[in-house]
Every structure is written in C-alpha cells, then in structure tokens.
C-alpha cells in the first residue's frame, strides 16, 4: 500500500468506524471497535520484500496461514480492498488494488508485557504459553535440509549482529568486553559442532513465531493469544525451537522477571521431553540479546533512549556468554 491507496481509506472501507491507524516499518494497521485491519506497505528492504501486489498478496496469505495455527480465534481471514468510487471497500469481487490480513481486535491492556509490569502474570499464564508454544511447533514446518540449521548458518548469523555492534565499541562498552562476547560465542559453536547436527537430525528446526516476547502476547481472562509471526523470512523464523524458547526467556529476564523465564523453559522442556534445550538456553540468549541490541542501534540516531537499551542488551548478552560451556 502507498500513501495514496492509504488516503481512500475511511470508515466506509471496513463498514466499522476507524478509531485508530497504526504504523510500522511495513505495516499500517487500521483499528475498529471489534477488528484490526493489517495492509503491507509497498516497500523493500534487505530483510523483507512487500514491493509488489503479488508479494504482498502472498505474505498476507502466509501471515494468516501461520498465525492461525497459534491463535485461531484471532485471525479471521485475508480479504482483497478494491476501488468503489473514490475509495477502497472490503469486496470478494472486482479488481483488488491491496489485500488486508483481518484479525479479532483485543484490548491492548491484555499486553503481556503491560500486565507483568503490573504483577498480573501467574505461573499458570505462563505455562499456558510455553503449551500453546510447543503445539504450535509440532504442527509447524520442519527444516529437514538443514539449510538454516547448520552451524555454518548459525554462525553467520551470530557474527551479523556483533558486525552491526562494533561501532559502538568505546561509547557503550569497551573492547575487551566486545573480543570477549565474541571469543565465548565463537568457542561454544566450536567446541558443540555435533549438539547442532544432532538437532537438524532431530527435526528440531522449524518454522518458528520468530518474535515471540512479551509485546505479541495477550492474557486475557478467557485465554491467552501469541500474535504477530513473522512470515517475510525463512531465514528469521526458521531456527531450532531452543531459540524460539530463548527469546521470550531473554525477555522476561530482561523485564527483571527470571522467575516467570524459568517457570516458562521448564515447562516446554518437560513437555517436549527435550532436555538439549538446556544446553542452548544461554547462547541462544545471548543471540537474542544481541538481535535486540543490534534493533535498538539502529533507531540511536532518532531515539534518546535507544542507546541506553542497545547497551543494556549487550550487557545481557555478555552475561549469558558467561554461562557458556
């Protein structure tokens, strides 16, 4: 969507009166009373590709496709916006100029992250995501080909984000403090070659949620609801579910909440009966620490408080990496 099909957009569009537009990197997302309406920017970037109505056609599709497989009751269906007059309506006929994934709206005071602030989250909230977490990788697509799996991938991916670190080298954190985040990640891959392989073997990398933390969770009093997978790329949501357990076990540590990122490991590693999980826990932290801090990095030239957050995220990482065996 550009910014003139944006500007055809009224409360005619949804038949329901748009109480507020919501903006991303790629998405707008108009909100109604009941519904939310997500419609993909025309835009492209190194990471993802939404330039032409084809692809954004098809991403709409697969962000629908594996989001229902998390939170059904949410995700309705994706539905093509056409021109009548001067603006586009919601219509199965007639010449589609955008396609919108349409999504149940829920209250944002349900944010997981709003409600631990709030000390509203218990044991069992948390173990009902870590069930709902580990269906949804059971029923998800395996990487038999190892293609994202391998340690050569892995490692890639590790040395991106301290690639996109090093600048901050001397005004964040010293030197020393960056070789040594680096030596201890560089030595756990070195030293756990066969631990990756067996995973591959083990069809333990899948088509994760890619951005599970505590933002794209709802706790409701009826039930609990992880939105917001990402589609756009393989090779950001296809990783070992150690990672995908990792990362909201790095968020809630990072929300001062260990207590909540134990309960939530413990649980899918009883569940799954995959104790190799714990091996990985720290450096797949680590890794998404890393990830966030590199997000953070990005925004410091616009953001006054980037900077404090890309630095709190190193540190965090270099702490897991003091964990590594």
């Known amino acids: 969507m550009n910014e003139h099909l944006k500007s055809m957009i009224d409360d005619n569009t949804f038949n329901e009166k748009v109480e507020e537009v919501k903006e991303t990197h790629s998405s707008y997302i108009f909100l109604t009373k009941k519904h ?39 995700y309705i269906k994706v539905s093509a916006l056409v021109r009548e007059d001067s603006k586009l309506v919601l219509s199965d006929t007639g010449l589609p100029l955008e396609y919108t994934v349409v999504m149940k709206r829920i209250p ?9 602030e709030k000390n509203k989250i218990t044991k069992k909230n948390i173990e009902e995501i870590a069930l709902k977490t580990l269906l949804f990788h059971k029923m998800s697509k395996v990487d038999s080909t190892g293609k994202y799996g391998s340690l050569a991938n892995i490692k890639k991916n590790v040395m991106d984000n301290f690639k996109d670190l090093e600048c901050f ?25 066969l631990l990756f392989e067996k995973r591959i073997k083990k069809g333990k990398i899948v088509q994760t949620h890619g951005d599970l933390h505590s933002g794209n969770i709802f706790v409701t009093p009826k039930d609990t609801y992880i939105f917001d997978a990402i589609e756009f790329n393989p090779g950001i949501n296809t990783t070992d579910v150690a990672a995908e357990i990792a990362f909201l076990c790095m968020d809630l540590e990072f929300l001062g909440r260990e207590d909540l990122s134990k309960i939530f490991s413990e649980k899918y590693i009883l569940e799954s009966n995959d104790k190799e999980i714990q091996k990985l826990l720290s450096f797949y932290k680590g890794y998404r620490a890393c990830v966030r801090a590199k997000v953070y990095g990005y925004r410091v030239s616009d953001d006054n408080s980037a900077k404090d957050l890309t630095k709190k995220y190193f540190y965090q990482a270099l702490k897991y990496a003091g964990e590594l065996k």
């Not at 330039?51 to 056609?57: A, V």
């Not at 944002?108 to 631990?116: H, S, W």
């Not at 005004?171 to 040594?180: H, P, Y």
């Open 36 to 74: 939310a309406y997500k419609i993909k920017k025309d835009v492209k970037y190194s990471f993802l590709d939404y330039s032409t109505l084809d692809q954004r056609k098809f991403f709409c599709k697969e962000e629908f496709r594996i989001n229902k497989l998390l939170s059904p009751d949410i």
């Open 169 to 193: 080298i001397g005004d964040l954190f010293s030197s020393d403090e960056f070789n040594t985040l680096i030596g201890k990640n560089l030595d756990f891959m070195a030293n756990n070659t």
């Open 108 to 116: 944002e005071k349900y944010i997981m992250r709003t409600l631990i």
